[in-house]
């Protein structure tokens, strides 16, 4: 619970078998001192839980059950989505998943994500969707054809694109945290399991509102989808 603020159920936890990642939504943070103290209680078994990921994040999905929400997303082809035990499986052949609603810069995507073979892949803000860096207006993070290796890519949607001169190692069937940061100021970041990073600051980088999306582009091994869980 934030100290400025009553509302416990803008709290989100996910807990593994030895640790627990709680997000908690603050209403605000006053200029002076320029801290919110978060306080958490612990040590009552008999507690309900009051974890609420749609009432913390702005577009919170953790696929549970066994279909796609379609309130928040639109597939291109719901044949080719699965959802089962809290995984979204996309299936090879450019398929993709987008949000519903669009969103500015200042705006994180995280996601816990899993490669079932060498192939390319998208996540994060683009319209229109499947990605294109000719004719999309793009912040992504973009898994390329020499598997491993994640980046960023930006595009304005008139031709213009760039990527980050860095990669990131893409660790092929494993489960890997990854958050892509896009901020106002047309910089971009991408975090690889909360540690490591690579950046790209760009005036390539769009400043429009886009809906988040993912999509699996091309794959070599042709049986073998992308998972997406949180």
């Not at 399991?193 to 091994?221: K, M, R």
């Amino acid at each position: 619970t934030p100290s400025n603020s009553s509302a416990a159920s803008d709290v989100y936890k996910r807990q593994d078998s030895d640790y627990a990642i709680f997000w908690v939504k603050v209403p605000s943070i006053p200029a002076s001192p320029d801290t919110v103290t978060i306080y958490i209680y612990y040590g009552n078994d008999t507690a309900t839980s009051i974890s609420n990921g749609d009432a913390t994040f702005i577009l919170f999905d953790d696929f549970v059950g066994n279909a796609l929400d379609t309130d928040k997303w639109t597939p291109d082809d719901i044949s080719y989505i699965t959802v089962s035990n809290g995984v979204v499986e996309i299936s090879p052949g450019n398929h993709y998943i987008k949000s519903n609603s669009t969103y500015e810069p200042s705006i994180s995507v995280t996601t816990k994500e899993k490669m079932g073979g060498n192939y390319r892949h998208n996540v994060g803000f683009c319209d229109p969707w499947p990605a294109s860096s000719s004719s999309s207006k793009e912040v992504l993070q973009h898994t390329t054809d020499d598997i491993p290796g994640t980046e960023i890519e930006v595009a304005d949607g008139t031709g213009n694109y760039a990527r980050s001169s860095d990669k990131l190692t893409y660790d092929v069937d494993t489960w890997l945290k990854m958050e892509l940061i896009w901020l106002s100021n047309q910089y971009v970041k991408l975090i690889k399991n909360g540690t490591q990073y690579i950046d790209l600051s760009s005036s390539y980088t769009p400043t429009q509102s886009l809906p988040v999306g993912l999509s699996l582009i091309h794959i070599s091994e042709p049986t073998r989808p992308l998972y997406l869980s949180y």
